[in-house]
């Protein structure tokens, strides 16, 4: 799997936008990247993943470059409770039944929302 | 109720000790898996399970080992517990790769773990 490169600390001011970088500039053209968060001391929770289109949900966007080297994640209009450490994972397609799904996390970026 | 849960929640124990953490899920997944994560640092993964039938190491799996009971449980062994196994564990789950939701793992709320 890739490895990912994000800054270890961001400031946003609450009901602004929130835009997280990622470095992944060895990713293959068979690898996603995925995004998670953790709330201090709870549980990782998934929030997104592409592999060369944007995509939005509920919750994000995830803008990729075209070179796919990078990618920002988005939260449109950060909240108090977005406050967490964001994890960018580049990771491949399981394509058969034995294949493996796990995860790689590195240190990830930790959000600070501010009122 | 909370679909991946661990017990239990803390546990303090001394060098030496066996110790068991266990997770059961209700989502139905094929897939678990159980991570440790230090202060500051990431989650590394320590065993992971496709099916009852199945059990694979992962990046840190030793002095722990697993038990998958059933496709709901999944139970991690420290054998004999030492400090620089304190930490905070979580268990998480995923469906199959045919799922639509192949991608997403769900974690339970952890364990902190420490031992004197």
């Known amino acids: 799997d890739a490895k990912t490169t994000q800054p270890p600390s961001m400031d946003c001011a609450e009901g602004r936008a929130a835009n997280l970088p990622c470095n992944h500039s060895?990713?293959?053209?068979?690898?996603?990247v995925y995004w998670y968060r953790q709330i201090h001391s709870q549980g990782p929770q998934y929030i997104i993943h592409?592999?060369?289109n944007n995509e939005t949900n509920e919750m994000a966007s995830l803008i990729i470059t075209e070179d796919r080297k990078s990618s920002t994640l988005i939260l449109p209009h950060a909240t108090l409770r977005d406050t967490a450490v964001y994890y960018c994972?580049?990771?491949?397609?399981?394509?058969?039944?034995?294949?493996?799904?796990?995860?790689?996390f590195g240190e990830g970026t930790q959000l600070t929302v501010n009122p | 109720d909370a679909d991946v849960t661990q017990t239990p929640r803390n546990r303090i124990t001394k060098t030496g000790k066996r110790i068991m953490l266990e997770c059961s899920q209700t989502?139905?997944?094929?897939?678990m898996y159980w991570y440790r994560q230090d202060p500051g640092l990431g989650l590394r993964l320590i065993y992971y399970?496709?099916?009852?039938?199945?059990?694979n190491k992962g990046e840190i799996s030793d002095g722990y080992s697993v038990s998958r009971q059933a496709q709901a449980k999944f139970s991690l062994s420290l054998e004999s517990a030492i400090p620089n196994q304190t930490a905070l564990y979580f268990c998480a789950t995923s469906p199959n790769w045919r799922d639509q939701s192949y991608n997403e793992q769900f974690f339970g709320p952890g364990t902190r773990l420490t031992v004197l």
């Open positions: 989502k139905g997944h094929d897939r």
């Open positions: 592409g592999l060369k």
């Open positions: 399970s496709f099916d009852v039938k199945d059990i």
């Open positions: 994972i580049v990771r491949a397609r399981p394509l058969a039944e034995t294949s493996g799904s796990r995860l790689t």
């Open positions: 060895t990713i293959s053209g068979n690898e996603y």
